[in-house]
């Protein structure tokens, strides 16, 4: 059965940085596109960025281009975002999830997490 983990979330001031971790386990991370949503207070969940099996790929909005990078470890089954130069708009919860197909659609992602909050204080 494949799990997802989520960490690192919290509260932190305008214009610092946080790092997210996404552990997989139940399978090798390295099978799997993954992918980090978010959904802010009363908005639709969106895509952030996602990275290829190979971790060669990379897509991040551009709500967070040049501030936020997704990265993964497949030896240690873990993706990383780290968001730097943060907003108060970056507050949402945060999402990791794994699937097959190189896509932000929500209904390609086969297995997701149950999240981290991230809160960014003016």
């Known amino acids: 059965q494949v799990q997802v983990a989520e960490s690192g979330g919290g509260l932190v001031q305008a214009g610092g940085s946080l790092r997210l971790s996404c552990t997989l386990s139940g399978r090798a991370a390295s099978n799997y596109v993954m992918a980090w949503f978010r959904q802010a207070p009363g908005k639709a969940r969106e895509c952030v960025a996602r990275v290829s099996r190979s971790g060669d790929s990379t897509f991040h909005a551009d709500s967070v281009q040049g501030r936020f990078t997704i990265s993964r470890d497949n030896a240690e089954n873990t993706v990383y975002l780290q968001m730097n130069s943060l907003k108060p708009e970056d507050t949402a919860h945060y999402y990791c999830?794994?699937?097959?197909?190189?896509?932000?659609?929500?209904?390609?992602?086969?297995?997701w997490g149950q999240g981290t909050h991230v809160t960014v204080s003016p």
């Open positions: 999830a794994a699937g097959p197909i190189w896509s932000c659609l929500q209904v390609q992602y086969d297995y």
